[in-house]
Antibody, heavy 116, light 109 residues
């Protein structure tokens, strides 16, 4: 069974760093792109970027380029999304998803709250 | 970047009615790379349609997708109570970045 399991909810202060994770199982992790999607409270889905764990090829949405870093460790089938300095506006639910024909499997989401 | 515009923003219908949702792209999208998702409150999105018209695994046949070029449609032939949700289109073409439409909320009238 294909599964993407994300790390738990985080509460951080502005300026702090954060790295959240997405662990894949039940399929060849290195053979599919993994994307990250932001959903701010009460809002729609926003595409952040995507990584191919096989060779770490990474593409960012222009809106998120320079704001976050996407990485992957294929040895443990895990993709990451990280911030070096969080802002209150980063408060959102973050989803990872596997790209095949569409985003066919999704993680359960990681809620990130940034508040002083 | 391809911009996807969904309409209407909200669709108020009764169970058993037909729902027609539109997704218009700012430039031509390969039909092979247009998807639709359903999202219910507190849940991750779920893939409904890929390749503009192919149903994902386990999706009931009351959901259908059509269209090409810049105009795509998701149709729900007869709304069931569990279909009231928000629907998003997405293009996932080979030319990254991928983009989502703004969503259409299907609510109970």
């Amino acid at each position: 069974e294909v599964q993407l399991v994300q790390s738990g909810a985080e509460v951080k202060k502005p300026g702090e760093s954060l790295k959240i994770s997405c662990k894949g199982s039940g399929y060849s992790f290195t053979s599919y792109w993994i994307g990250w999607v932001r959903q701010m409270p009460g809002k729609g889905l926003e595409w952040m970027g995507i990584i191919y764990p096989g060779d770490s090829d990474t593409r960012y949405s222009p809106s998120f380029q320079g704001q976050v870093t996407i990485s992957a460790d294929k040895s443990i089938s895990t993709a990451y999304l990280q911030w070096s300095s969080l802002k209150a506006s980063d408060t959102a639910m973050y989803y990872c998803a596997r790209l095949d024909y569409g985003l066919d499997y999704w993680g359960q989401g990681t809620l990130v709250t940034v508040s002083s | 970047e391809i911009v996807l515009t969904q309409s209407p923003g909200t669709l108020s219908l009764s169970p058993g009615e037909r729902a027609t949702l539109s997704c218009r792209a700012s430039q031509s999208v390969s039909s092979s790379y247009l998807a639709w998702y359903q999202q219910k409150p507190g849940q991750a999105p779920r893939l409904l349609i890929y390749g503009a018209s192919s149903r994902a695994t386990g999706i009931p046949d009351r959901f259908s997708g059509s269209g090409s070029g810049t105009d795509f449609t998701l149709t729900i032939s007869r709304l069931e109570p569990e279909d009231f949700a928000v629907y998003y289109c997405q293009q996932y073409g080979s030319s990254r970045p991928l983009t989502f439409g703004g969503g259409t909320k299907v609510e109970i009238k």
